[in-house]
């Protein structure tokens, strides 16, 4: 079939500016990095390293509760509506983190930044995914992905360049912090153009308007009326069957799959990617390098994360889920041993901090082609559709918690016990990691969802059979 210029126009459209959302995302979580030195200057908010690690995760747990909550919202006011709420969320959070006089009011701020950024991890995605055609699905929701590094990338080198232009300025973070507001108004207004998902509209009973949505974002009218009937189809389905409680994920095979969900979640949070995303610079002046030229290096970190994005999509279609985990796990924990075997043997030199770079530059490279994009693949896969909505809840939620916990300890085992022993730790966990992998997470490569879900309950019913011969 030709595609019609026109729907894919407006499908375009409303790719770029949803993933403005993706985009806020980013920045959010990683202008922080630049900043935050600055802001626990003396003369500014006067941060210690435990209140460092306060004002990092404040965002990452209204993340968490963000996700729990904006998936909630979505649902009951439409996809649309609740990412246009967001965009005003992230504004208006924005400026009380650029104004905020005070750690406490920092701490709020950084809190309600956290919720929007939460929302939007969960909506955006859905919204893409509901208003895309089958055959550009993949496309149009990897964009978000894709939108977040971009994000945090963009936020290096602004922090970068505001850096240099206003050196000398004790309120340059405030500056680095503001820019945030200029895609939340790009949001607000370029969402007041967007049509509602179709698939929403007809769980609410709006039939007529969801066709006319499907007119526009579909090429031919026939197809627009077979994808209503399908929708239609699905929801009646979905009213008819009976909602999934807590007990049910109580049930041994189920049980196993959300385990190894939460099990993923926390082997690509337990690499220690967001320390180096939130406390990179941090990291980079701890090496040797001074406060400007830590900024300026951190954008290669951005860049990085960028460009790794990409081979991850390409080596999605090349190698098995398993061997690219485990492989990017390796490649991590190698990073981290080879920066911590530097801290011991070179430290002080000249020639340490840029070691320190490349091997950071090095993790990241293994993090984002390897262990990003396979993190919500492998999950979505695992979890049977019955359970996907409360099984990837659960998952999602584990991601912020442990997310949070990275977050608000990092600062403080830096300052107390050095690069070495720090990312000594993460070695330690990277080894326990790769051995999970081994012998827990399945592979999916090139199975149905329905195959997938057979392993399991068969991989019970062996392991029942295995209990009662012996």
Sequence with gaps: MTPN??????????????????????????????????????????????????????????????????????????????????????????????????????????????????????TVPAYLAEVSPADKRGRMVTQNELMIVTGQFLAFVLN??????????????????????????????????LPESP??????????????????????????????????????AEKNAKPVSFAELNTPWVRRIILIGMGIAACSQLTGVNSIMYYGTQVLIESGFSMQAALIANTLNGLTSVLATFLGIWLLTKIKRRTMLTAGLAGTTASLLAISLASMTISGTDVFPYIVLLLLVCFLTFMQACIGPLLWLLISEIIPLRYKGIGMGICVLFVWVVNFIMGLIFPTLLSSFGLNFTFLVFVIVGFFSIAFVRFFVPETKGKTLEQIEKQFRNYNRKAMQQAGNE
């Design 5 to 122: 210029p026109e729907s894919m126009a407006y499908l375009k459209k409303i790719m770029i500016i949803s993933t403005f959302g993706g985009l806020l995302f980013g920045y959010d979580t990683g202008v922080i990095n630049g900043a935050l030195p600055y802001m626990a200057h003396p003369s500014q908010l006067n941060l210690t390293p435990a209140t460092e690690g306060m004002v990092v995760s404040a965002l990452l747990f209204g993340a968490a509760v963000g996700s729990v909550t904006g998936g909630k919202m979505s649902d009951a006011q439409g996809r649309r509506k609740n990412i246009f709420f967001l965009s005003i969320l992230f504004f208006v959070a924005t400026l009380g983190c650029s104004l905020a006089p005070s750690f406490e009011v920092m701490l709020v701020s950084r809190f309600a930044l956290g919720l929007a950024v939460g929302g939007a991890a969960v």
């Design 160 to 193: 970068a360049v505001i850096a240099v232009v206003m050196a000398g300025n004790d309120h340059v973070w405030r500056y680095m912090l503001s820019v945030a507001a200029i895609p939340a108004v790009i949001l607000f207004f370029g969402m007041m153009r």
């Design 199 to 236: 698939r929403w509209l007809v769980s609410k009973g709006k039939v007529s308007t969801a066709m006319d949505v499907l007119k526009k974002i579909r090429s031919t009218e026939a197809q627009a009326i077979t994808e209503l009937n399908e929708i239609q189809d699905v929801i009646a």
